[in-house]
């Protein structure tokens, strides 16, 4: 097969992708060029997994579709900088196969692959994914002129905003954290970014901007109430802006197959979505809880669609008998 018709288009995940290119550029620029090496490798994995369980259930007209480059790219940048290229690799080929092609393939998985992926290796890897940290460059040319932080050969490990407060107290500064000098995965850093490439996902009318408004605003009320009444001393503004709470609000949660597609349910999605990370972050073990938050919400996805249809059916049945 050529590789012209290998790929199944998909105008939807292009634009996506294309809304990742400049998140992507951020990353190369604070970590160096092995960000796109790595993420290489697992666009490859990605790719390989999802035609050889294709080419299994289906025999003929084997295509990868274009979202599992969307997967590959977003499950790349939920990563930290110095993640090994075959843990990477395990990771993908887990969350394409186990996340969405044992339910049938695109359009029919009910959990975000990426997501999926990336829960496997926090668990399974929690040395590699959780405590090595590196140091992002900073000025010009930045990461542009370097393959990786010297602090990778160096073996001197950094520590996210979000783990130095839990840890110290100590609270970065929020104007570093919205432009994004700072260490993190390698997608999550700049605020400033992640947000603009939402506004464009929005206007391209490819993202739920519902999930999106729900979702952080979900998250900053649940972490304003809580501080103010002595519960966490995690401040509302910095809970936003620190670790992957507006990365996985904007590309995560707003997966197209994965998300709900009726509106009022879209709005519950994103409101439980704020507020397990939010109770996650300051109640749980974990210092991160936007992925776990997802894929929960995820799991109770077609419950919610399906009350919400009964619910509009005996709405429309009650407004037909009281008209009779």
Excluded: H
């Excluded at 040395?127 to 393959?147: I, V």
């Excluded at 602090?151 to 407060?165: E, G, K, M, Q």
């Excluded at 999930?211 to 519960?231: C, D, E, H, Q, R």
Aim: with cysteine; hydrophobic share 55%; net charge positive.
């Amino acid at each position: 097969m050529r590789l012209k018709g290998l790929f199944q288009k998909q105008q939807m995940m292009r634009t996506v992708l294309l809304s990742l290119v400049p998140v992507t550029l951020m990353s190369v620029y604070l970590f160096g060029w092995r960000v796109l090496t790595l993420m290489a490798v697992v666009i490859l994995a990605a790719c390989v997994s999802e035609y050889l369980v294709a080419r299994t259930i289906q025999k003929e007209k084997t295509r990868i579709t274009e979202a599992a480059l969307v997967s590959a790219v977003l499950f790349t940048l939920t990563l930290p900088p110095e993640t090994p290229y075959w843990i990477a690799a395990v990771g993908i080929v887990f969350g394409m196969v186990f996340g969405k092609m044992v339910y049938g393939g695109f359009g029919r998985n009910f959990f975000n692959p990426a997501l999926v992926g990336r829960c496997f290796v926090y668990i399974a890897f929690p040395t590699q994914m959780t405590l090595q940290w590196a140091q992002p460059f900073t000025g010009l040319p930045g990461g542009f002129a370097r393959f990786m932080p010297q602090a990778s050969a160096d073996a001197i490990s950094s520590v996210t905003p979000l783990i130095t407060f839990e840890n110290t107290g100590e609270m970065m500064g929020l104007d570093r954290l919205f432009l994004g000098s700072i260490p993190g995965s390698l997608g999550e850093t700049s605020a400033l970014i992640i947000l603009l490439c939402g506004l464009f996902l929005v206007l391209k009318k490819v993202a739920s901007w519902q999930i999106m408004v729900s979702t952080i605003a979900s998250a900053g009320i649940l972490s304003a109430a809580l501080y103010f009444t002595g519960a966490s001393t995690l401040p509302p503004l910095f809970a936003l802006l620190s670790g992957g709470l507006l990365f996985g609000a904007v590309f995560m949660a707003t997966d197209p197959v994965s998300a709900p597609k009726i509106k009022g349910v879209q709005w519950v999605f994103g409101v439980l979505v704020g507020a397990i990370s939010i109770i996650i972050r300051v109640f749980g073990l974990f210092t991160e809880g936007m992925m776990f938050a997802i894929l929960i919400a995820n799991a109770l996805t077609p419950l919610m669609e399906l009350k919400a249809r009964d619910w509009k059916a005996k709405r429309k049945t009650a407004v037909k008998e009281a008209a009779a």
